[in-house]
């Protein structure tokens, strides 16, 4: 005969471990959105006995992330004359305002840790950038190659040059018809591209062209690859098997705007599934000690 009390302990045991897989789950994207991509600091640095730079600095920080919550894109200028300091930030186009916020809010520390007192620095986590520079400062080409990230593995089998060649060309079409960004599925291959807010279409259309030029000569066969210029960037990733979260993988062109609700509905029938079987067992455990009390009471005369 069994403690009268494990019932209960069974069932705290069976939950405890499902309220500790979901909330890391919960919290996960956040933190991939905020990952360090990259870095550019001026070897200049501020000459700032009267500390007005430091000052415009920090305006211009503050305004930027007050901005963050509520638009995709800000550009400002912090100052007057020549300690007058300019800059913009830009979040991913499928961000929310919060994680877009939250992610902007990042970006004045880790300038500032990455780069010091830089006359001009640009900052690139995974779903957002920062950049500013000095009323002055020598300007960057719009499709300046900033960086590149090529995946080691390589693709293997025919086919791989055609499919990523035609999934690359849906960039350039997409952000034409996207207000500058577009992120999609096409036979296996995910893609992503986005131009600088204040891009006019054309030349957006031109800057993605550039950087897809780009990742055909830098990644040629890597699986991925990343590309940063000046004024836009693309990503490429190739899924053999299809892309993630799409019905269709692998048939054409696929709507990866549904990507995440597939993903979260995935988890929820998961955990879901997972919670009505602790249910299931809860049940059982109790109708399996009420007949066994039944049981003792008819024994004793009841």
Do not use: W
């Not at 990259?38 to 920080?61: E, M, R, V, W």
């Not at 300007?139 to 390589?154: A, D, F, I, M, W």
């Amino acid at each position: 005969m069994g403690p009268s009390g494990s019932p209960k302990n069974l069932l705290f045991l069976f939950l405890l471990p499902l309220t500790l897989f979901t909330i890391p789950f919960l919290g996960s994207s956040s933190s991939d959105h905020t990952n360090l991509v990259y870095k550019g600091c001026a070897d200049q640095k501020f000459q700032d006995p009267s500390g007005i730079y430091s000052q415009n600095l920090k305006t211009f920080f503050s305004t930027l992330t007050s901005q963050s919550s509520a638009a995709k894109f800000f550009n400002t200028t912090a100052g007057e004359s020549q300690s007058a300091i300019s800059g913009l930030f830009q979040c991913r186009g499928d961000l929310s305002n919060d994680d877009c916020k939250d992610c902007v809010s990042r970006l004045p520390d880790v300038l500032q840790k990455v780069c010091g007192k830089a006359v001009a620095a640009r900052v690139q986590l995974a779903a957002c950038y920062m950049r500013y520079e000095v009323v002055g400062f020598g300007q960057v080409p719009s499709t300046e190659l900033l960086y590149k990230v090529c995946g080691s593995t390589r693709a293997s089998g025919t086919g791989f040059g055609d499919r990523l060649d035609s999934a690359l060309g849906e960039i350039a079409k997409g952000v034409q018809s996207g207000n500058g960004f577009y992120a999609g599925g096409y036979e296996s291959v995910y893609v992503l591209g986005q131009c600088e807010g204040d891009l006019a279409s054309g030349d957006c259309v031109d800057c993605v062209k550039s950087a897809v030029e780009r990742a055909k000569s830098e990644c040629s066969t890597s699986i991925s690859g990343q590309i940063y210029l000046q004024q836009c960037y693309i990503s490429y990733t190739y899924y053999p098997n299809g892309v993630p979260g799409n019905s269709a993988s692998g048939t054409g062109e696929e709507d990866m705007g549904t990507g995440k609700k597939n993903t979260q509905k995935t988890v929820a029938i998961v955990v879901g599934g997972v919670a009505g079987l602790g249910f299931g067992i809860a049940c059982l455990l109790f109708l399996k000690s009420a007949f066994k009390k039944k049981r003792e009471g008819k024994r004793g005369g009841y």
